[in-house]
């Protein structure tokens, strides 16, 4: 399902907002008056609870517009950070074949040149950030028992933060 748009979402606030102020209008109206009286109630609590939502439009669209953002943003540096680990462990392949004839040189450049394009995105968390910096360079002096606690730890990072995220 789509989200709704914020001017869709204001919109909806208001009618809920209306339909909230008519119902009270004619509960109030009704106990204190007759039904003429109840109706006119509702129907000018429905219009000033409506209009009142219309009237702050803009605020509550700038706030519904800054929690998309924010959700946008979050989401953009989970997905980031899982490209790294992806990257990170390519490269990590590549710096510790399998087989002697694994890996070309010319493609351990290329692995590593996108490990270190994807870890200095500025969209990323600084400890993400911080933590492929090390494995980076554990990596880049093949010391396999440095790196490979190196990329369990910015795994772990990762994790964290997605599972703290939700």
Known sequence: MRSFSPARTVLLYALAAALMGLT???LV???????????????????????????FRRRI??????????????????????GLILGMAQYEAAVFPLSDSGV??????????????????DELPEPIRLLAAQALAALDEAHYERSRAAMLELSHAVWERARSAR
């Open 61 to 82: 669209m700038a706030r519904l517009r800054a929690a998309h953002q924010a959700a946008h943003d979050r989401g953009f540096a989970e997905g980031l950070s899982h």
């Open 104 to 121: 070309t040189a010319e493609e351990r450049t290329l692995r590593r040149t996108y490990a270190y394009k994807v870890a200095a995105q």
């Open 29 to 55: 109206g009704g106990v204190i008056a007759d039904g003429t009286t109840a109706g006119i109630a509702g129907v000018v609590c429905g219009c000033v609870a409506g209009l009142g939502v219309l009237l």
């Open 24 to 26: 009270a209008g004619v």
